[in-house]
Structures are given as C-alpha cells and as structure tokens.
C-alpha cells in the first residue's frame, strides 16, 4: 500500500563482523578414528577424513604432571598440613623394631630349641599412643610430630611335650616419647623408660625344685634412632641403661635393619626381612641374632602391621629366667604390632 522507503535516522544494528577476516580453523587429514590430527599448535583445526597423515605421539609436560608424590625420597616431600592435638592417635611415628625380642606386640613363636623341647612362645601385649601433637603423613607414610605412646606385655613360654606347662614368664611395661624431625621425616627417634621382671612358671618349679629361682629384674631408660633409606628399608640403633637392676647388668645395646612395607599393602601383602641384635651385659656383650622372614599386610592405618613367616634365634635365651642359657631356636611366627 504504500512504498518502502528507508528511513534516515535509522540505522541497522549488526552483532556480527561485517569485514571479512581469515578464518583460524583450517581443515586437516585425518588418519581414523584414534588418529591425532596433525595441526600447528596454535590453531584450531576442522577434522576432514579420508586423508592420511602420520600419528603424532602426545607429550607431557612434566611441569604438568609432577612424579607422584610417593616416588620422591621422604626428605624432599614437604607437607604443609599444620600439626595439630591429637588424643588417642591412630599409628605410630616409631614403629617397633620387628625383630626386636622384647618388644610388647601380640606375637606366637612355634619353634623347635636346639637340645630342648618344642616351645610356644607368646607375647601378649602392645604399644598405644595416648596423645600426638602433629599430623598423619599425606604420603601414606607413618605419622609425623611428637607423641606419648605407653607399652605393656606379659612374654610367656610355654612347654609343649610337658603338658604345654608355662616355663617362664618375663613382664615388661614402660612409657615412650617418640618425634620425627620436620626437615627431614626418615630420621626419627624415641626416648623412654621401661621395667622388665622375668618369672620362673609354678608348673615348672614344681618338676624342678632344685632349679634356682633368679629375681631377673632392670629398669632402663632408652633412647634409639632410626633412618629410612626408602619408606620400606629402615636402619635404627638404640642404647638402654639401667638405673636399678638386679642379675642384670646396667647396658644394652640394640640395632638392625628391616625391609618390610610401611603403607597399605591391600589383600595381598608384601614380603619382609629383618635382621636384628640385641646384646646385654650380664651376658659380657653377647645376646641375640635375630633372622626373621615371611609376608606382611599393613591395613589403612600406618604402622599397623601383620606378619607371618620364618623366625630364628642365634644367641642366649629370649626368657630372663635363663638369660645365660645358650638357644638357637627355628621355627615359625606371627606377629602383630599396632
């Protein structure tokens, strides 16, 4: 009806370029499916099949994609988790020394003595922290900061071929201060005190009221440090001096070495070794050689480990009550610590 006519004061709005520009994405061959299209980098491209051209490898940067934080040694990790209170801590930050004789766990020897009986050699007991001030490892490794741990175990031997009757009994309870040190988690120590009395069985002395009964009896004070090569290999040392003993000497002395898991080993576990000796003065130095061998599972919580395997003893005897007997002991154990 009536003519178009453009009016003068409107203008178009345009919300697109109206100057023609090259475009960024160009088109590329592409080899198939799982082909990687050959492009320079900065530039998007289309994807045209039906061409070939070579599979080009991706790269990673390792700035991108650091190595995993439990390949690195301990002492280059760095976790800045702060340290905290913590009652009643799970894990230990020093871990009991595997073949250690005296150390309270929950164990069983069966085991065959040279030039003796079939024994059964039980410990009944364990090590429990009661308060931390630091933090559980972001590695999966075992604790870290400063903690209270308290120790108790009754260390029986039981006699098979005698009516399993109980030979001998040594008890032991004490209290531990145990640390890691911040700028470097693989050294870490402990400094403690414990009391240890050794306890002829009554069925024993009753077979044998001639034997003379020892009042086996110390009170130490101890201080041992340890170094972890790798989270799985482990060296330590440790000195004890007795401020009151009876039978027994002031010193002992204590070292070794273990290969054992530290972290979440899952169902099927993972083999361990340790070697280890113990000598004491009353005995002028000698002691025990300690071999023991098997497979091991560590659950969630570091430090708590289940061990079964191969257990020998070269040296003098595991039970005060007859500290300067000489005992090679073979045989098979399992043992708990936690």
Same mark, same amino acid.
């Given at each position: 009806?009536?003519?178009?006519?453009?009016?003068?004061?409107? %203008?178009?709005?345009?919300? #697109?370029?109206?100057?023609?520009?090259?475009?960024?994405?160009?088109?590329?061959?592409?080899? $198939?499916?799982?082909? %990687?299209?050959?492009?320079? *980098?900065?530039?998007? @491209? !289309? &994807?045209?099949?039906?061409?070939?051209?070579?599979?080009?490898?991706?790269?990673?940067?390792?700035?991108?994609?650091?190595?995993?934080?439990?390949?690195?040694?301990?002492?280059?990790?760095?976790?800045?988790?702060?340290?905290?209170?913590?009652?009643?801590?799970?894990?230990?930050?020093?871990?009991?020394?595997?073949?250690?004789?005296?150390? @309270? +766990? !929950? @164990?069983?020897?069966?085991?065959?003595?040279?030039?003796?009986?079939? /024994?059964?050699?039980?410990?009944?007991?364990?090590?429990?922290?009661?308060?931390?001030?630091? +933090?559980?490892?972001?590695?999966?490794?075992?604790?870290?900061?400063?903690?209270?741990? &308290?120790?108790?175990?009754?260390?029986?031997?039981?006699? &098979?071929?005698?009516?399993?009757?109980? +030979?001998?009994?040594?008890?032991?309870?004490?209290?531990?201060?145990?640390?890691?040190?911040?700028?470097?988690?693989?050294?870490?120590?402990?400094?403690?005190?414990?009391?240890? @009395?050794?306890?002829?069985?009554?069925?024993?002395?009753?077979?044998?009221?001639?034997?003379? +009964? !020892?009042?086996?009896?110390?009170?130490?004070?101890?201080?041992?440090?340890?170094?972890? #090569?790798?989270?799985?290999?482990?060296?330590?040392?440790?000195?004890?001096?007795?401020?009151?003993?009876?039978?027994?000497?002031?010193?002992?002395?204590?070292? =070794?070495?273990?290969?054992?898991?530290?972290? *979440?080993?899952?169902?099927?576990?993972?083999?361990?070794?340790?070697?280890?000796?113990?000598?004491?003065?009353?005995?002028?130095? $000698?002691?025990?050689?300690?071999?023991?061998?098997?497979?091991?599972?560590?659950?969630?919580?570091?430090?708590?480990?289940?061990? /079964? =395997?191969?257990?020998?003893?070269?040296?003098?005897?595991?039970?005060?009550?007859?500290?300067?007997?000489?005992?090679?002991?073979?045989?098979? =154990?399992?043992?708990?610590?936690?």
């Amino acid at each position: 009806m009536f003519p178009a006519q453009r009016s003068q004061y409107l %203008q178009p709005i345009l919300d #697109f370029p109206t100057v023609e520009q090259d475009t960024p994405i160009s088109p590329v061959a592409y080899q $198939g499916t799982l082909g %990687q299209p050959a492009t320079p *980098a900065d530039s998007l @491209s !289309l &994807i045209e099949p039906g061409n070939e051209v070579d599979w080009i490898e991706p790269t990673y940067s390792r700035r991108a994609f650091p190595d995993h934080v439990y390949d690195r040694p301990l002492g280059d990790v760095v976790d800045t988790t702060p340290y905290e209170w913590t009652l009643l801590p799970a894990g230990p930050i020093y871990k009991s020394y595997m073949a250690g004789v005296k150390e @309270s +766990r !929950l @164990s069983a020897h069966l085991m065959k003595i040279t030039d003796d009986n079939w /024994m059964l050699d039980g410990t009944l007991g364990g090590r429990f922290g009661v308060m931390r001030w630091g +933090r559980d490892s972001a590695t999966g490794f075992l604790a870290e900061g400063v903690q209270w741990d &308290i120790e108790g175990s009754a260390q029986v031997r039981l006699d &098979i071929p005698e009516e399993v009757d109980v +030979r001998s009994v040594d008890f032991r309870a004490g209290t531990q201060l145990t640390w890691s040190y911040a700028d470097n988690p693989a050294h870490r120590s402990r400094f403690g005190y414990y009391h240890l @009395s050794s306890h002829l069985g009554d069925e024993f002395l009753l077979k044998n009221p001639t034997y003379p +009964r !020892l009042n086996y009896a110390h009170d130490l004070l101890i201080f041992g440090h340890s170094y972890y #090569f790798t989270p799985k290999l482990r060296v330590y040392g440790e000195v004890g001096w007795a401020f009151y003993h009876l039978v027994a000497d002031p010193w002992e002395f204590q070292f =070794g070495v273990e290969w054992a898991p530290t972290r *979440a080993t899952g169902f099927w576990g993972e083999p361990f070794l340790a070697v280890g000796c113990h000598l004491r003065e009353e005995v002028n130095f $000698g002691g025990s050689f300690v071999v023991q061998t098997g497979w091991a599972w560590v659950g969630e919580i570091p430090g708590r480990t289940f061990r /079964m =395997g191969l257990h020998y003893h070269n040296g003098d005897s595991t039970q005060n009550s007859f500290y300067n007997n000489f005992e090679q002991q073979i045989g098979f =154990g399992i043992w708990y610590d936690f």
